[in-house]
């Protein structure tokens, strides 16, 4: 297998390929594959709702909460969102930490008026803004967090209070690495591609009460309602996405849940950021340090000719994905939860390696 490092689509555990592999052709001796299956018949819906339960354990059973499987990714959610709960005369409040947060922001301000309660675009975005002392609008609908930007490679290290202020979070590359007090969100969501199975599925977890606000003159598609009314079958769900999701949470929890991954994905991302802080200045890592992502770890040469080499040679090593993210340049290694231990160190010995010849 290779070195993947890709930042979404990105790898998944072995065991769980392996076993879709295992049941691709007849899955739970039926004759059919899961994706040949009528969506409403007993055991694509047994699937469905086993990855709804798995998911809500792992995050330790919250009252009150749904979950959704719903399609466009999470880039529609930015719409969505706002189509939602920027009801006339409130305002959505983003905080702004990067390229993601950006496009949330952008799709918001076509429904409704907007605020930036914080933001870190003057230190490029290498910093998650101090909220400490949050203002928000007497009539704000909703905050806006992007828990881990995948670009700039900072996440958040705790969240923001906001009273009574819903909190949303932009989860897509961070769900799951760490245990997380889910009680502080009222909605996070996920695009599934990184941390939680193939992309074509995005996850929704919210209190009830907020997804079942009536929305008017807003499409059927993109009214949450519909999904929680329907248990995410109105129409035709991404079957062999949510059956995948549900092997990569049972993936999860065979490996002992969120604070066995917390710590595994801990021991990965120091294992690069000390690399790199030990590299005497030859890797320059691109976060402040207090908030680096345990999930992208982004990173600068001396050059861009000396980065565009070491990609170069990373991939005659069998290490894929290690370019920046095309708006801002550098090298990222993404590091979601498949990605094992022994490729973290393969690839901190390559870039010591590196640094001997070029250096
Ligand atoms: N939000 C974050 C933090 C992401 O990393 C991405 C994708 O990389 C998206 C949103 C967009 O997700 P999708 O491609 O599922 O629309």
Same mark, same amino acid.
């Given at each position: ?13 072995? *065991? ?15 004759? %059919? ?13 047994? $699937? ?31 719409? %969505? ?14 905080? %702004? ?60 290290? *705790? ?43 995005? $996850? ?115 290490? $894929? ?39």
């Amino acid at each position: 297998r290779a070195y993947n490092f890709n930042a979404g689509p990105a790898a998944l555990p072995l *065991k769980v390929l392996e076993r879709a592999q295992a049941e691709f052709v007849d899955f739970r001796e039926t004759g %059919m594959s899961i994706m040949e299956m009528s969506h409403r018949g007993a055991v694509y819906e047994s $699937v469905h709702n086993e990855a709804q339960e798995r998911l809500l354990r792992l995050l330790g059973n919250p009252e009150g909460y749904k979950v959704l499987f719903l399609q466009g990714g999470a880039s529609t959610q930015f719409a %969505m969102i706002p189509m939602n709960f920027l009801k006339q005369g409130t305002v959505g409040s983003y905080v %702004m930490t990067g390229s993601w947060a950006d496009k949330a922001l952008k799709e918001a301000k076509l429904f409704g008026e907007t605020h930036i309660a914080a933001s870190s675009k003057e230190d490029q975005y290498m910093k998650i803004p101090d909220l400490d002392h949050l203002e928000l609008p007497e009539h704000t609908a909703y905050l806006h967090i992007t828990s881990n930007e995948t670009i700039e490679g900072v996440q958040y290290q *705790k969240y923001p209070e906001t009273g009574r202020v819903p909190l949303i979070a932009d989860m897509s590359s961070d769900i799951l690495c760490r245990p997380v007090d889910i009680g502080r969100f009222d909605m996070i969501y996920a695009g599934a591609q990184k941390n939680l199975g193939p992309s074509g599925v995005t $996850v929704v977890i919210a209190k009830e009460e907020l997804l079942a606000g009536q929305a008017e003159n807003i499409p059927t598609m993109l009214r949450y309602s519909t999904f929680l009314k329907n248990n995410s079958l109105y129409n035709t769900p991404p079957s062999f996405s949510v059956y995948m999701v549900n092997e990569v949470l049972r993936w999860i929890e065979e490996e002992g849940g969120l604070n066995a991954l917390g710590q595994m994905n801990g021991d990965k991302a120091s294992l690069l950021y000390d690399r790199i802080d030990q590299s005497g200045g030859f890797y320059r890592g691109c976060a402040e340090p207090k908030d680096r992502s345990l999930m992208n770890v982004t990173f600068r040469l001396a050059s861009e000719e000396l980065e565009k080499l070491f990609v170069k040679e990373s991939e005659k090593e069998g290490f $894929v994905g290690l370019k920046g993210h095309r708006s801002v340049g550098g090298l990222r290694a993404s590091i979601y939860n498949a990605v094992p231990y022994e490729s973290c160190k393969a690839l901190a010995d390559f870039m010591d390696t590196f640094q001997k010849q070029h250096g």
